[in-house]
């Protein structure tokens, strides 16, 4: 890979970003607070140093963006010319995190809350010359040429993101293959309705990340009879395992698919899964009892519903925690500690599976009928 280093102004930065392509790896377009995007303008009125901004052109001279999507938007928005961003034409603000006031703050705060067009409008010399300055700003742009492989534009963005705070799913989105597009792509799995609907954060890639661990389990339980840890780790070499997918593969991606358009179905409301360790062993245990018809994911969810709101109530009660349900302590336990290692994931399930079972065939669980003896008159979960 070639690399080469020139400098843009505002100014050129804005005639050329339409031609600038934003390849899926990248991070999502608008992923920065309003704070953050008026620190960087703060620094660029300031003529501070920024990051430089990562381009590669193809032969055709198409334009890809590898790394500095932020930045582009942030100064984008700022110009009113982002109309992707609900923050655009977001005013200018002074900030200062190391001294409570200096001359240069005092001369940028008397513009604190003015827009781009509202500096570029006013007659005062000094927004005039704010606006000229701003425009003349010189960012370092890294051109890059003559690399062949995707994957090395990829690795490039991921390297150059090492320092910076970048999740597991946006580590996930930088990889290519089957098995990431599965996850990952627009129309992927990681884009299911019933993963959508559960209410995990939708930005940062957490909906497709889900969609990764749940294909990890399956594959594992499919092809070795057990459980497997999905760290991000774990995640990444399933994708490169993945990243030309055989048959059997597709069989069982297409076959969670299905369960998850079952699920979905049988669901009233998704969103009592939000968490993301038992939604995933949710579908795993719906998986293991090959929930396939909307009246078995209908009963299967008023289990779920059931556990759940014993969960809630039981956990909410701190140390007072009813005898009956102490169980429900140690599966807490395996939600929040360490919830993507083997062993947590293999005591979810042992609970759910019993508890499943026992509320088959008795329509209650484990605790129920006790604590219902102990406590006669009162309504299990309202107490």
Not at 42 to 70: E, K, P, W
Not at 78 to 85: C, E, M, P, S, Y
Not at 255 to 273: A, H, K, M, N, T
């Amino acid at each position: 890979m070639q690399r080469e280093t020139t400098h843009w102004s505002v100014q050129q930065l804005r005639s050329m970003v339409d031609r600038i392509n934003f390849p899926e790896y990248q991070r999502e377009p608008n992923l920065w607070s309003r704070n953050e995007k008026q620190r960087l303008i703060d620094s660029m009125m300031r003529a501070f140093d920024i990051a430089s901004i990562y381009l590669y052109t193809h032969d055709d001279d198409q334009i890809d963006c590898v790394d500095g999507r932020q930045r582009i938007g942030a100064i984008m928005s700022f110009l009113g010319v982002n109309a992707q961003d609900e923050d655009n034409g977001f005013p200018f603000r002074a900030l200062n995190e190391i001294e409570a006031e200096s001359q240069a703050d005092a001369q940028l705060a008397v513009y604190d809350g003015q827009t781009f067009a509202q500096l570029h409008a006013s007659s005062d010399p000094g927004a005039q010359q704010l606006v000229k300055q701003f425009l003349e700003y010189m960012i370092t742009i890294v051109n890059l040429s003559e690399s062949k492989e995707a994957h090395e534009f990829n690795l490039q963005f991921t390297r150059l993101n090492l320092g910076t705070i970048i999740n597991s799913g946006e580590k996930l989105n930088a990889m290519v293959g089957d098995l990431r597009d599965v996850c990952f792509a627009e129309d992927g799995l990681g884009s299911h309705e019933f993963l959508r609907a559960l209410g995990v954060p939708t930005r940062r890639y957490a909906p497709e990340q889900l969609a990764a661990q749940i294909l990890a389990q399956i594959q594992s339980l499919e092809a070795r009879e057990e459980y497997t840890r999905t760290r991000h780790y774990d995640l990444q070499r399933l994708f490169k395992q993945g990243t030309t997918m055989n048959e059997r593969q597709r069989s069982i991606v297409a076959s969670v698919e299905q369960l998850l358009d079952v699920l979905v179905s049988g669901f009233p409301d998704p969103g009592i899964l939000k968490n993301r360790a038992i939604a995933v062993s949710t579908v795993l245990l719906a998986w293991d009892l090959r929930i396939d018809s909307v009246s078995a994911a209908q009963s299967f969810a008023e289990f779920v519903e059931d556990l759940v709101s014993r969960l809630k109530w039981q956990i909410g009660k701190g140390l007072d925690v009813d005898s009956e349900y102490r169980y429900l302590v140690d599966f807490q336990r395996h939600i929040t500690q360490a919830s993507v290692e083997k062993p947590a994931v293999e005591a979810r399930a042992v609970v759910m599976r019993d508890q499943y079972e026992l509320w088959i065939r008795s329509g209650v669980l484990r605790g129920d009928e006790e604590w219902q003896a102990r406590n006669p008159g009162k309504t299990i979960g309202v107490d």
